[in-house]
């Protein structure tokens, strides 16, 4: 069978449904698979039924199967989803009150290798296809009857993998996603979250549809930063922080940066401080995670107390949130997506 339908843009899928077809059989199907979420294509009315029995001759619709799922007492959920080739990623909804949030993977595993990350331990199996990121959302959306109007839906990249080493493909499936006749998503409800990778920051800021941009900062001084996050030998923190002073937001927009407090290693007083002077020249907010442990971590969660002391003196100079743990109890929190059962 030929290559699936979600993941094609409106010029492929003209080429999909071949020569003799009027270019508006392109746009149903776009906006049947997309904004409609058909999960068969006979399902499809807007088609002809001989143009429908034609097309599942030679393609799929392409959403992964859901091969386990875990919930969570928080009312969160954890999908194993298996993709065409046998391998596997995971993503997490997250219900809170009138929101959701999708969190989804851009990679199968992870080459970047953070010290205090799970999912860092699978190393990196490939990429994932735009059509792969799109399905995640596509699939969850449909399991789980979402609602994308009033800004009820948001979209964290956060899950496996680095996705600006991605790029082409995350680019492609935030179109997707991003598109009014697509899934039809403000690009305010959709984040991409990287390690730093510079020259890709650069390269996401000169597109005219992206995601909002996300950093993991994860500590105050270039040694320590080094010593959790590997890959950052190869871009300074100097030069993070110059890309981040470059990087072109758009009026309503703010660079988050995500900071994950360990015990003893990079959650102290003077780590806050230093963090206030780092980004004190950023339109930027800053979100604390305490760390989510797991099994093979060699990391400890600060207490309480000491998170609330850092995230005190961070706030005297920039917006400062602490994200709460999600799906702790099934492994389905930051940082612990590692296809355990």
Same mark, same amino acid.
């Given at each position: 069978m030929?290559?699936?339908?979600?993941g +094609?843009?409106?010029?492929?899928?003209?080429?999909?449904l071949?020569p003799?077809?009027p270019s508006?059989r392109?746009?149903?199907?776009?906006?049947a698979?997309?904004?409609?979420?058909?999960s068969?294509l006979m399902?499809?009315?807007?088609?002809?039924?001989?143009?429908?029995?034609?097309?599942?001759?030679?393609?799929?619709i392409?959403?992964p199967e859901?091969?386990?799922t875990y919930?969570?007492?928080d009312g969160?959920r954890r999908?194993l989803?298996?993709?065409d080739?046998?391998r596997?990623?995971?993503?997490?909804?997250m219900?809170e009150g009138?929101?959701?949030?999708i969190?989804i993977s851009?990679?199968?595993g992870?080459?970047?290798? &953070?010290?205090?990350?799970m999912t860092?331990?699978?190393?990196?199996?490939?990429?994932?296809?735009?059509?792969?990121i799109?399905?995640q959302?596509l699939l969850?959306?449909?399991?789980?009857?979402?609602?994308?109007?009033?800004?009820r839906?948001?979209i964290?990249?956060?899950?496996?993998?680095?996705?600006l080493l991605n790029l082409?493909?995350v680019?492609?499936?935030?179109r997707?996603l991003?598109?009014?006749?697509g899934?039809g998503?403000s690009p305010?409800r959709?984040?991409?979250?990287?390690?730093g990778?510079v020259?890709?920051?650069a390269e996401?800021?000169r597109?005219p549809?992206?995601?909002?941009l996300?950093?993991?900062?994860?500590?105050?001084?270039?040694?320590?930063?080094?010593?959790? +996050?590997?890959?950052?030998?190869?871009?300074s923190?100097s030069?993070?922080l110059?890309?981040?002073?470059?990087?072109?937001?758009r009026p309503?927009?703010k660079?988050s940066?995500e900071?994950?407090?360990?015990?003893?290693?990079?959650?102290?007083?003077?780590d806050?401080r230093?963090v206030?002077?780092?980004l004190?020249?950023?339109?930027?907010?800053?979100?604390l995670i305490?760390l989510?442990?797991?099994p093979?971590?060699?990391?400890?969660t600060p207490?309480?107390?000491?998170?609330?002391?850092?995230?005190?003196i961070v706030r005297?100079?920039?917006?400062c949130?602490?994200r709460?743990?999600r799906?702790?109890?099934?492994?389905?929190? &930051?940082?612990?997506?590692?296809l355990?059962?």
């Amino acid at each position: 069978m030929s290559q699936p339908l979600v993941g +094609m843009d409106l010029a492929e899928l003209r080429e999909a449904l071949g020569p003799g077809q009027p270019s508006f059989r392109a746009k149903q199907l776009y906006e049947a698979i997309y904004h409609g979420q058909a999960s068969e294509l006979m399902q499809i009315s807007a088609l002809p039924a001989e143009l429908r029995r034609q097309l599942a001759e030679s393609h799929a619709i392409g959403l992964p199967e859901a091969a386990k799922t875990y919930v969570s007492t928080d009312g969160t959920r954890r999908y194993l989803l298996r993709l065409d080739d046998g391998r596997t990623v995971e993503a997490v909804l997250m219900p809170e009150g009138e929101r959701d949030t999708i969190c989804i993977s851009s990679q199968a595993g992870c080459a970047v290798g &953070c010290t205090f990350c799970m999912t860092a331990l699978l190393g990196l199996e490939r990429n994932l296809t735009a059509g792969e990121i799109v399905a995640q959302v596509l699939l969850i959306s449909q399991l789980n009857g979402l609602r994308r109007e009033g800004g009820r839906l948001n979209i964290v990249m956060m899950g496996q993998g680095e996705p600006l080493l991605n790029l082409p493909s995350v680019l492609k499936a935030t179109r997707i996603l991003l598109d009014p006749a697509g899934f039809g998503l403000s690009p305010r409800r959709v984040t991409v979250s990287t390690v730093g990778i510079v020259p890709k920051i650069a390269e996401l800021g000169r597109e005219p549809v992206r995601p909002k941009l996300a950093i993991s900062l994860n500590a105050s001084t270039e040694e320590t930063r080094q010593e959790l +996050m590997p890959v950052t030998r190869k871009y300074s923190l100097s030069d993070l922080l110059a890309a981040c002073k470059a990087y072109p937001l758009r009026p309503w927009e703010k660079l988050s940066f995500e900071y994950v407090l360990l015990k003893g290693v990079n959650d102290s007083d003077a780590d806050a401080r230093r963090v206030v002077r780092l980004l004190a020249n950023l339109n930027c907010k800053v979100n604390l995670i305490a760390l989510n442990a797991g099994p093979e971590i060699p990391f400890e969660t600060p207490s309480p107390e000491r998170v609330a002391s850092f995230q005190q003196i961070v706030r005297r100079g920039l917006p400062c949130f602490l994200r709460k743990p999600r799906g702790l109890d099934i492994y389905a929190a &930051c940082g612990q997506l590692k296809l355990s059962a």
